[in-house]
């Protein structure tokens, strides 16, 4: 199994602004996925962060907008740059161990 | 085009009684299915993984079946409890990149005293 830290848990923001998101894995994954929820929906995949490597993004989510770190294999950031309030989302961390998937808490963001 | 169904939509019971949450996929290739329960505002955590061999697998009161041949699973609570009220999420791994997890849009689930 893998215990994923995740924060901030919430927040609310101001368009214009960015907000950082962390996620701390208890044990060394070679790739951690980064996910958006928005109300009602399933979770999107927005991009998986390797370590050493740029991350890779799926269609529809830019590096700009979503710069992604991952300066270790316990460790990421995500980044929501310039937020408007079309990105209002719980956003996920996630990683693969085994044949499990787990998941962070989840940062619930209003952006108003 | 790789799909996860869900349905209910929503449901809404009494505590105490059982229900079925309901999961058709086409996914392919394969490689498990995970059922997984999220409560409002938190990440999902999982209850059940299931690979292709696996008819049914239960986790205290929850049981999860799987028809590989009709690709359809169910999640079966049973008395249910006030704690149970969350949004259940059915997931389908396609295999090969660990990533390519396809995600149904849940069930959310609603038990009444």
């Known amino acids: 199994s893998a215990v994923i830290s995740q924060k901030p848990s919430r927040d609310i923001c101001q368009r214009g602004t960015s907000l950082t998101i962390q996620c701390q894995v208890d044990?060394?994954?070679?790739?951690m996925f980064w996910y958006r929820q928005q109300p009602g929906q399933s979770l999107t995949l927005i991009a998986t962060a390797n370590q050493g490597s740029e991350a890779t993004y799926e269609s529809g989510f830019v590096i700009d907008k979503f710069p992604i770190s991952r300066p270790n294999l316990t460790f990421s950031t995500l980044t929501v740059s310039n937020m408007s309030p079309e990105d209002s989302s719980i956003y996920l961390c996630s990683v693969v161990k085994g044949q499990g998937a787990f998941f962070g808490q989840g940062t619930r963001l209003t952006v108003v | 085009k790789n799909q996860v169904e869900q349905s209910p939509q929503s449901l809404i019971i009494l505590e105490g009684k059982n229900c079925t949450l309901q999961c058709n996929y086409t996914v392919s290739p394969f490689s498990n299915l995970r059922w997984y329960k999220q409560d409002t505002g938190r990440g999902p955590v999982s209850l059940t993984i299931m690979t292709f061999s696996e008819n049914t697998k239960s986790n205290g009161r929850y049981t999860a079946t799987l028809d590989a041949d009709t690709k359809q699973s169910s999640l079966h609570i049973t008395a249910s409890q006030l704690s149970d009220s969350a949004s259940y999420i059915c997931?389908?791994?396609?295999?090969?990149?660990?990533?390519?997890?396809?995600f149904g849009k849940g069930t959310k689930l609603s038990v009444k005293p």
């Open positions: 044990s060394q994954v070679t790739m």
């Open positions: 997931v389908v791994s396609a295999g090969g990149s660990q990533g390519n997890l396809i």
